[in-house]
């Protein structure tokens, strides 16, 4: 996956993400009910992920599937979070997530469990 997903192909993915395959028409007409886009607009941001293998689209129908998992692209985006904005340190960001705020007992016992599952 080629660097950072802009909204718009994050958007699409989602789109694909939660009906699976479907043709590039049905990605249009749900783009344009959950966004406003035209037909052109959803083709233009499909050609773009394509290119950068997010999605496969093929014949016949332009049929379109993420080739990319959710969770690929959320960890690939939190890794260029930590790095753009905290260099490369995760505990910034769990320190910046969790700054002013009380946990409970229960919270803390889950995130030291997480630190030690990955360990």
């Known amino acids: 996956m080629d660097n950072k997903l802009f909204d718009s192909e994050l958007r699409i993915l989602e789109i694909l993400w939660e009906g699976g395959e479907m043709s590039a028409k049905d990605v249009a007409a749900r783009a344009a009910e959950a966004a406003g886009w035209s037909k052109t607009t959803t083709y233009t941001v499909l050609k773009k992920c394509a290119d950068k293998g997010l ?6 129908g332009f049929l379109c599937q993420a080739l990319v998992s959710r969770a690929d692209a959320q960890r690939r985006e939190t890794r260029g979070l930590i790095d753009r904005m905290y260099g490369g340190r995760a505990d910034r960001l769990v320190a910046s997530l969790l700054e002013g705020r009380a946990l409970d007992k229960a919270e ?9 599952d990955l360990s």
């Open 55 to 60: 999605i496969q689209r093929r014949d016949p």
């Open 108 to 116: 803390i016992a889950r995130l030291r469990q997480l630190v030690e």
